[in-house]
């Protein structure tokens, strides 16, 4: 009950509704073990539904029936696609007499948080390509650079967390088919489409990033953001059998019949499945196209309104996932934070965060535009955002809050109503911000200790 609403949940790209039916199916089935396939053979069936068959069918028609997706073997992605690639890389190695110990994959800065603890817990290193000023995902040309023999793979995002922003595949594919020519490697690609893999055949179709670039060997996706499922389904699909080492699939048969299974965990429900399926049937590639076409339109109507105020700049891309990520332009009087703890008296749950290494110096704002995010509710959303302008500007900046409020603590005589003793009050406030915003100074240090530190989180 004290919970937030998710309807308003403006930070997850999680599906958070989806129609009677289908909650109705989910209810109906969730007793259901996945991995019990011969026991639920039906919903084994379901597993090979329409999109990876759609999918694989980017990679030509003599290849269409060999692709093997992750709707038959779902996993925590991305450890099984992270794995696939490690193993043949190593068994690559090991074949031509070479050490394969030190293994590495490249990545922006911008990477989600899985792939960092696929490095970390499967022993391989992070090389990660750091963002610069104004462009915050991975740059192909210095990807490329980063590649060595020990290189798994290069992994590029189809939808930045942070912004939303598609990664060049194209480019970054055509780069590393001149290196590899230049060098005899085999470095290839994975993409993560989690939120892009619904976003890009629907909304961009002309665009290549898939399986139409040789280099592209695997693609994973959430079926649980724009496949419009709730938590948590997603899968991978592989170009061919091939680049998915049988070794790595274990069959067992003391559920009735062999099966086969490539995941880190076993049991698992089975409603995700089926509802995804169902959403399938449901809607039709003409159901996900007018869905993703009305997200857009919502995306840039936000855009709009959120320009008009005349105080953000806009950081999310036309090409790339239907958000808005917005950063003020002129922070010396207040802060994104600020702005995300006081939408919340509206209901309204918007993140507030830094850009990845080398552009933490840019704080923003995200709205995810999903399914049920109407234009009632960008248009209400705008309103609360100047809304909430509009009660800061009216209050002295944060920092100046929070010194005066030590003064106070510190002098009891300053809590009286007079208004000689509020001058004295905002002359000593202002003589300590001044020393506050005195770069590089010891008496900034003791300043920042005495007032600020004991009003905030502790960081400073």
Same mark, same amino acid.
């Given at each position: 009950?004290?919970?937030?609403? *998710?309807?308003?949940?403006?930070?997850?790209?999680?599906?958070?509704?989806?129609?009677?039916?289908?909650?109705?199916?989910?209810?109906? /089935?969730?007793?259901? +073990?996945?991995?019990?396939?011969?026991?639920?053979?039906?919903?084994?069936?379901?597993?090979?539904?329409?999109?990876?068959?759609? @999918?694989?069918?980017?990679?030509?028609? +003599?290849?269409?029936?060999?692709?093997?997706?992750?709707?038959?073997?779902?996993?925590?992605?991305?450890?099984?696609?992270? =794995?696939?690639?490690?193993?043949?890389?190593?068994?690559?190695?090991?074949?031509?007499?070479?050490?394969?110990? !030190?293994?590495?994959?490249?990545?922006? #800065?911008?990477?989600?948080?899985?792939?960092?603890?696929?490095?970390?817990?499967?022993?391989?290193?992070?090389?990660?390509?750091?963002? !610069?000023? %104004?462009?915050?995902?991975?740059?192909?040309?210095?990807?490329?650079?980063?590649?060595?023999?020990?290189?798994?793979?290069?992994?590029?995002?189809?939808?930045?967390?942070?912004?939303?922003?598609?990664? %060049?595949?194209?480019?970054?594919?055509?780069?590393?088919?001149?290196?590899?020519?230049?060098?005899?490697?085999?470095?290839?690609?994975?993409?993560?489409?989690?939120?892009?893999?619904?976003?890009?055949?629907?909304?961009?179709?002309?665009?290549? @990033?898939?399986?139409?670039?040789?280099?592209?060997?695997?693609?994973?996706?959430?079926?649980?953001?724009?496949?419009?499922?709730?938590?948590?389904?997603?899968? $991978?699909?592989?170009?061919?059998?091939?680049?998915?080492?049988?070794?790595?699939?274990?069959? $067992? +048969?003391?559920?009735?019949?062999?099966?086969?299974?490539?995941?880190?965990?076993?049991?698992?429900?089975?409603?995700?499945?089926?509802?995804?399926?169902?959403?399938?049937?449901?809607?039709?590639?003409?159901?996900?196209?007018?869905?993703?076409?009305?997200?857009?339109?919502?995306?840039?109507?936000?855009?709009?309104?959120?320009?008009?105020?005349?105080?953000? %700049?806009? =950081?999310?891309?036309?090409?790339?996932?239907?958000?808005?990520?917005? /950063?003020?332009?002129?922070?010396?009087?207040?802060?994104?934070?600020?702005?995300?703890?006081?939408?919340?008296?509206?209901?309204?749950?918007?993140?507030?965060?830094?850009?990845?290494?080398?552009?933490?110096?840019?704080?923003?704002?995200?709205?995810?535009?999903?399914?049920?995010?109407?234009?009632?509710?960008?248009?209400?959303?705008?309103?609360?955002?100047?809304?909430?302008?509009?009660?800061?500007?009216?209050?002295?900046?944060?920092?100046?809050?929070?010194?005066?409020?030590?003064?106070?603590?510190?002098?009891?005589?300053?809590?009286? *109503?007079?208004?000689?003793?509020?001058?004295?009050?905002?002359?000593?406030?202002?003589?300590?911000?001044?020393?506050?915003?005195?770069?590089?100074?010891?008496?900034? =240090?003791?300043? @920042?200790?005495?007032? #600020?530190?004991?009003?905030?989180?502790?960081?400073?």
């Amino acid at each position: 009950m004290l919970d937030g609403n *998710p309807r308003l949940n403006l930070a997850s790209f999680v599906t958070t509704w989806m129609e009677p039916e289908c909650d109705k199916l989910i209810m109906g /089935s969730l007793s259901k +073990n996945y991995i019990d396939m011969d026991e639920y053979p039906v919903t084994t069936e379901l597993q090979g539904g329409p999109l990876p068959e759609g @999918w694989s069918s980017r990679a030509g028609p +003599n290849q269409q029936r060999k692709a093997r997706g992750l709707l038959a073997f779902p996993c925590v992605m991305p450890m099984c696609e992270g =794995l696939a690639f490690k193993r043949k890389w190593q068994n690559k190695r090991k074949a031509e007499g070479k050490s394969y110990d !030190k293994p590495n994959i490249v990545t922006g #800065a911008n990477v989600q948080v899985c792939w960092e603890k696929f490095a970390r817990y499967f022993e391989v290193e992070l090389k990660d390509v750091r963002l !610069k000023k %104004d462009y915050y995902v991975m740059d192909p040309y210095e990807a490329v650079e980063m590649v060595d023999e020990n290189t798994i793979c290069v992994c590029a995002i189809l939808g930045s967390t942070y912004n939303g922003e598609f990664e %060049d595949v194209k480019l970054l594919n055509d780069l590393l088919l001149k290196k590899n020519k230049k060098t005899g490697w085999d470095t290839q690609i994975h993409v993560d489409a989690a939120s892009g893999g619904f976003i890009a055949p629907f909304l961009f179709p002309e665009l290549e @990033w898939d399986f139409r670039l040789p280099l592209v060997k695997s693609i994973n996706v959430s079926g649980h953001k724009y496949g419009l499922v709730y938590p948590g389904i997603g899968w $991978v699909i592989w170009r061919t059998k091939q680049d998915l080492p049988e070794e790595l699939i274990f069959h $067992v +048969n003391y559920l009735g019949a062999d099966q086969p299974t490539f995941t880190l965990n076993f049991s698992k429900g089975a409603s995700q499945v089926i509802a995804q399926y169902y959403q399938l049937i449901r809607l039709g590639y003409e159901g996900y196209k007018s869905i993703m076409e009305n997200c857009q339109a919502n995306a840039k109507f936000l855009t709009e309104g959120i320009k008009k105020t005349g105080r953000f %700049d806009i =950081l999310s891309k036309d090409i790339g996932v239907p958000l808005v990520a917005f /950063s003020l332009k002129d922070r010396s009087q207040h802060s994104e934070y600020e702005i995300a703890d006081n939408l919340r008296r509206f209901g309204w749950i918007v993140p507030a965060y830094t850009m990845a290494p080398n552009a933490e110096d840019v704080s923003l704002l995200r709205v995810v535009i999903r399914e049920d995010f109407s234009r009632t509710l960008a248009d209400r959303l705008v309103e609360d955002i100047k809304n909430v302008l509009k009660y800061l500007d009216a209050r002295p900046p944060h920092i100046i809050e929070a010194v005066t409020e030590a003064l106070v603590e510190k002098d009891p005589s300053l809590k009286s *109503p007079e208004e000689s003793k509020l001058d004295v009050i905002k002359a000593k406030a202002a003589s300590a911000v001044s020393a506050l915003l005195e770069p590089h100074s010891e008496k900034s =240090l003791r300043a @920042w200790k005495s007032f #600020a530190l004991p009003k905030t989180n502790g960081t400073c």
